[in-house]
């Protein structure tokens, strides 16, 4: 069965404070994995999907990367609009749905 | 355009009665999933169809969940005698492609049901 591990749970950050955030999993075969950002009372929004290991994606202050086990989000010189729960997510080759982590809580104060 | 709509927002249910939710995905996507995500926990995975076949529903906890998408584009969840442990977010996702691809699921808003 497929597994994902977040940590932190919670990550509290001062603006400009540069910091990553893990996601570890366990899956037979990946078709992909995915990062989604999620703020209070909305559905997540995507981020980014990675493939294989080795392979890189930024986005402004975001960059994601990603090894046979795990995966980073660093966030570099963040600000308090980056506050938001960050969720990872891996898609098993030949399956349609994803397994989620729980997620984790970044606070970013001004 | 668009995004993935959800309703109703919130819905409050007594113990026992049974409720509808609906999706509507983003136009021409084929692929809807519905997930639940209880408080402090990431989203998981309840259903998915493409088009108006149900795929997969290894997801669903009970035989008291049914999902339907009869015509390949709005889906319902039905949760009949609702219980206390059914209190969650109610999230569907879409995405454009088939099982076959890695694509992107775009979520709606969500729909809170509390069972009192």
């Known amino acids: 069965e497929d597994q994902v591990t977040q940590s932190p749970e919670a990550l509290r950050l001062q603006e400009g404070e540069s910091s990553s955030l893990n996601c570890s999993y366990t899956?037979?075969?990946?078709?992909?994995l995915f990062w989604y950002r999620q703020d209070p009372g909305k559905g997540p929004e995507f981020l980014f999907t990675l493939y294989s290991a080795g392979e890189e994606k930024e986005k402004e202050r975001l960059k994601a990367t990603l090894t046979k086990k795990e995966s980073f989000l660093h966030i570099t010189a963040p600000k308090p609009e980056d506050s938001a729960t960050y969720l990872c997510a891996v898609q098993e080759t030949n399956a349609g749905k994803s397994t989620f982590g729980d997620g984790t809580t970044l606070t970013v104060k001004p | 355009g668009a995004g993935v709509s959800q309703s109703p927002r919130y819905k409050v249910a007594k113990r026992g009665q049974d409720v509808a939710l609906r999706c509507d995905p983003i136009?021409?996507?084929?692929?809807l999933f519905w997930y639940q995500q209880a408080l402090g926990q990431g989203p998981e995975f309840l259903t998915y169809?493409?088009?108006?076949?149900?795929?997969?529903k290894s997801g669903l906890p009970s035989d008291r969940f049914f999902a339907e998408r009869p015509e390949g584009s709005v889906s319902t969840l039905k949760i009949q005698r609702t219980q206390q442990e059914d209190s969650a977010v109610y999230l569907c996702a879409s995405s454009l492609g088939a099982r076959l691809y890695t694509d992107t699921q775009y979520f709606g808003p969500g729909t809170r049901l509390t069972v009192l």
């Open positions: 899956v037979s075969g990946l078709r992909g």
């Open positions: 169809f493409q088009n108006e076949a149900q795929l997969d």
């Open positions: 136009s021409g996507h084929v692929s």
